[in-house]
């Protein structure tokens, strides 16, 4: 028996990623950048026992065979590189409420990686083990580094340059991510389903894969010059653009809620009063607020009195993936 545990947090897209180029490899079809948050997160166990006959997943205590075939063929990844066939009994726990916009699926497959690969004295460079999450899920890839993330698009038909990168450490640009949560529910259409959906119906769709890269270069450079407008322009106009081309398939995707809404405002007029405070938004309801830290009291105050908003969840820039 080899095991080992590992700890992984949710990342959020600033430039988001919607849409594959390859759906059996899981390529993106575009690049994008993503902060990796600290207070949310997932832990996983991985514990390889000959005596097993098939892989097993305990997800939040509970017997889970939904998600275990995308647990076990990322296992098989990890299986094929060691040169064994041992099952494997997989225990992971996130401290947030899963598959509702939160990046469960990018903190889960972060962890379930990086706890193989150690389970199995691999030993991978952090490249590769993001090759690997993002076969499993294509935002964990950005989830094995901390801070300012990004994910390259990659030219390599079998994937091999399809990795993500740190851009700058977390510490070097503090932002506070509050997280106000409208449902705990887990949504209908979930991402992998709605970004086809998306590819093959939107009108849309064409547009968001040219633009992507000056929205690419746009994020890149407001990173490096810590240029917080910069930053909060972009990344609104990419969070937008995403629904919008959602919205637009057939039948169409429609993640934000009334009280989603009325955070987005909010935002809004916070920022116009002069508070560093902007929202992203994922294939979910809950609205995320990036805030320089001083800020973080006002974002919470006008977030957590919105009618529907139900918990808000608080947290920093982390570290990527590690094992504990
Ligand atoms: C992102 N999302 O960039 C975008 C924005 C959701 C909205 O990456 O099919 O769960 O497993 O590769 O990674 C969520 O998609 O999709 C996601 P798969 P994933 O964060």
């Known amino acids: 028996m080899s095991s080992a545990t590992a700890i992984a947090h949710p990342n959020i897209a600033l430039v988001k990623y919607w849409g594959k180029r390859d759906a059996a490899l899981n390529l993106p079809a575009v690049g994008s950048i993503s902060i990796t948050l600290d207070t949310l997160a997932t832990t996983t166990s991985v514990q390889f026992d000959s005596d097993l ?22 296992l098989d990844l ?11 009994a997989v225990s992971t726990s996130n401290n947030f409420p899963t598959g509702a916009g939160l990046a469960s699926s990018a903190s889960g497959f972060a962890a379930l990686v990086t706890a193989a690969d ?21 935002s964990a890839a950005r989830s094995i580094f901390g801070g300012y993330v990004e994910m390259h698009l990659g030219k390599a038909s079998d ?27 887990s949504k209908k259409v ?32 407001a990173i490096e010059a810590r240029d917080f407008d910069k930053l909060a322009e972009i990344s609104e106009h990419s969070c937008l653009k995403m629904h919008a081309l959602a919205a637009a398939a057939r039948p169409g995707l429609v993640y934000l809620q009334g009280p989603t809404l009325e955070a987005m405002h909010r935002v809004r007029a916070l920022r116009a009063s002069g508070c560093g405070v902007f929202f992203t938004i994922d294939a979910g309801p809950q609205l995320k607020a ?17 009618d529907g908003v139900v918990e808000i969840l608080q947290s920093g820039l982390g570290e990527g993936a590690r094992v504990v």
Request: contains cysteine.
């Open 53 to 74: 006959d098939r892989d097993t997943l305990s997800l939040d205590g509970q017997s889970s065979e939904t998600s275990l075939g995308r647990v076990s063929a990322c």
């Open 78 to 88: 990890l299986r094929a590189r060691a040169g064994v066939d041992t099952r494997a």
């Open 118 to 138: 150690a389970a199995l004295s691999l030993d991978l460079p952090p490249q590769t083990r993001s090759i690997l999450a993002r076969q499993g899920s294509g």
């Open 159 to 185: 994937g091999s340059d399809c990795f993500a990168e740190p851009l700058l450490d977390a510490p070097d640009w503090p932002m506070t991510v509050t997280v106000a949560v409208v449902s705990k529910t």
């Open 190 to 221: 979930g991402s992998t389903e709605g970004m086809e959906l998306t590819r093959h119906t939107s009108p849309y769709y064409d547009a968001w894969v040219a633009g992507q890269s000056a929205d690419l270069d746009e994020a890149r450079s």
């Open 290 to 306: 990036i805030s320089l830290p001083e800020h973080r009291g006002q974002v919470t105050s006008a977030l957590a009195d919105i």
